[in-house]
């Protein structure tokens, strides 16, 4: 039997972890619960499911996890097995962020 393959290890930039810790626990729970899913996930070889899109047009390689009115906007660096989380943005204010990074 095959080993089980590893999930990435999820981290969150200064900025991200910011918004993070300012959010009501309740979200910060869901949005936990969303990522070391799709961290399990991208270890097993998949790219997330019906909730993660790669953002067209930019530059490096962006990908957007939907939860709830948040999008967790995040790049995956396979070298390293890290799923990098580089912001958590109200639905509302996505492009404004968009934008800027």
Not at 72 to 98: F, H, P, Q, S
Request: no cysteine; charged share 30%.
């Amino acid at each position: 039997m095959p080993p089980e393959p590893t999930p990435y290890e999820v981290r969150l930039s200064t900025s991200a972890q910011r918004t993070y810790e300012s959010l009501d626990q309740p979200l910060r729970q869901r949005i936990k619960d969303a990522l070391l899913d799709l961290a399990a996930k991208v270890g097993g070889g998949e790219r997330g499911g019906k909730s993660v899109k790669t953002i067209q047009g930019s530059a490096d390689a962006l990908h957007r996890l939907r939860v709830g009115n948040h999008r967790v906007m995040y790049d995956l660096l396979d070298a390293e097995r890290v799923l990098l989380v580089l912001g958590i943005v109200d639905r509302k204010d996505l492009e404004t962020w968009l934008r800027q990074h």
